[in-house]
C-alpha cells in the first residue's frame, strides 16, 4: 500500500497558514500606489543603459538610496540583500536588486553599479544627477542631503533608512527597516509572488 | 596625528598581538603598577581589543571596521582619536537613524566604563577608515589605533571579511 501522501498537504497548509498569520517582516504599505519613477526614461541624462522602473515592469524591484562612500549602513543593507538572494535561490529569478546613490557630486552611475556588483554581480546600481534628485526625494516622499562641507572630500550623507520593495506591477509595496535579515527579506520577497 | 614617540612607547612596553580566526586579540594598554607592598599604587587601565574585523572597500574608498573594546580595569577610559596608516583619515562614527533617515556623524569621544564592554557593530559605532591608501580585500589586516583618553594607544589589527 502506498503510503498517504501527506508531506505536500502538510507544505501547502503550512504555506497558508504562514500567509495569514505571520506578520511581515518590512512595512506595509497599504493601499499600493504607482512606485514614482526613478529618473524621466528616454531624457538625455536616462539612456538606455540606465536602471528605470519602467523597464523592470514585471520583476519585483527593491530600491535603495545610498551613497558609494557610506561605509556602515549601505554594505550592511546590500549585505542582507545578498543574503536574501541566496535565500531565495531559484525564486531569484524575477527579482532586482538596485542601488540608487543620492549623492551627485561624488558617484557616477559607473561608480554607483560597481559599488552593487561587489555585494553580488548581479546587482545593479545607478546614481541620480543634481538635476534628477530634487523630484525623486519630492515624489518618493524621502530625504537625502550632504551633511558637512560637500567641498571636502569626507563629507557624509544622510539617506532613507528603508529598501523599498516594488511589485511586478510597479506598486510600492513594502518598506524594509535597515537590519532585517536576508532570510526575513527572502520570506516578504517570496510573499509579493 | 599621534606623536611617533606615543606609539614607539607602546610596542616598547610589551605589546602584543595575537592573530585569531574571527578577528584580532590585543593586550592590555596598560600594566599594572604595584607597590611593594603588593597593593596597587594606581589605577590600573585595562582596555583591550576583540574581534575586530574591516569592511572590503578599494583603494581611496571608506572603510568600517568593527569590534568589541573590553575595559577589565577599575578606571573608565575614553578613545579620544584613530590614527590608521592605511588610511588619510580615521575617526570613530556613529550612524543614527531619524525619522526614516540615516545619518552618520564623528564621535569625539567614546567612553569605554570600567568593567565593561562596548560593541563596536554595523548599524551603530563603527571606525571610518577614509579614503584608503590600499585596497582592502577579504582575508587582508587592516592595523589602526584607537588612541585613549589615559595617554594609550590601543594597537587593533582587524582582519578584512565579507560583510
Known amino acids: 500500500m502506498r503510503p498517504p501522501r501527506l508531506a505536500p498537504l502538510l507544505s501547502i497548509a503550512l504555506g497558508l497558514a504562514a500567509c495569514v498569520d505571520r506578520p511581515w517582516h518590512g512595512i506595509v504599505l497599504d493601499p499600493a500606489t504607482p512606485a514614482p519613477p526613478l529618473v524621466a526614461a528616454g531624457t538625455a541624462e536616462a539612456p538606455a543603459s540606465r536602471f528605470t522602473l519602467a523597464s523592470a515592469r514585471g520583476s519585483r524591484v527593491l530600491v535603495y538610496f545610498g551613497y558609494t562612500h557610506c561605509p556602515d549602513v549601505c554594505p550592511t543593507t546590500l549585505a542582507d540583500w545578498a543574503r536574501a538572494r541566496r535565500a531565495l535561490g531559484a525564486d531569484t529569478l524575477g527579482v532586482r536588486w538596485v542601488f540608487v546613490s543620492v549623492d551627485p557630486t561624488r558617484d557616477t552611475p559607473a561608480d554607483a553599479a560597481a559599488y552593487a556588483r561587489q555585494f553580488h554581480p548581479s546587482f545593479e546600481g545607478t546614481a541620480l544627477t543634481d538635476a534628477e534628485l530634487a523630484p525623486v526625494l519630492r515624489d518618493w516622499s524621502i530625504a537625502a542631503y550632504p551633511e558637512g562641507d560637500p567641498r571636502t572630500p569626507d563629507y557624509t550623507v544622510a539617506h532613507p533608512a528603508h529598501s523599498f520593495v516594488v511589485d511586478a506591477e510597479g506598486r510600492l509595496r513594502l518598506m524594509i527597516p535597515p537590519g532585517v535579515p536576508g532570510d526575513s527579506i527572502a520570506e516578504d520577497l517570496r510573499r509579493l509572488r | 596625528m599621534i606623536p611617533s614617540r606615543k606609539i614607539f612607547a607602546v610596542c616598547a612596553s610589551g605589546f602584543t598581538m595575537v592573530g585569531c580566526g574571527g578577528g584580532a586579540e590585543v593586550a592590555p594598554a596598560a600594566d599594572a603598577r604595584v607597590a611593594d607592598d603588593g597593593s596597587s599604587i594606581e589605577s590600573v587601565v585595562t582596555v583591550s581589543v576583540r574581534d575586530a574585523w574591516a569592511r572590503p572597500a578599494d583603494s581611496g574608498a571608506t572603510s568600517a571596521a568593527y569590534l568589541v573594546l573590553a575595559n577589565r580595569g577599575t578606571t573608565a577610559d575614553t578613545v579620544v582619536g584613530v590614527v590608521a596608516e592605511a588610511a588619510e583619515s580615521a575617526m570613530v562614527h556613529q550612524t543614527m537613524q531619524h525619522e526614516g533617515t540615516m545619518h552618520m556623524s564623528a564621535l569625539p569621544a567614546l567612553p569605554v566604563p570600567a568593567g565593561d564592554e562596548v560593541s563596536l557593530a554595523p548599524l551603530g559605532t563603527h571606525v571610518m577608515l577614509l579614503r584608503l591608501r590600499r585596497p582592502l580585500r ?26
Open chain 2, 138 to 163: 577579504v582575508g587582508d589586516t587592516v592595523a589602526f589605533g584607537l588612541l585613549l583618553a589615559s595617554g594609550d594607544t590601543l594597537a587593533v589589527s582587524a582582519v578584512t571579511r565579507a560583510p
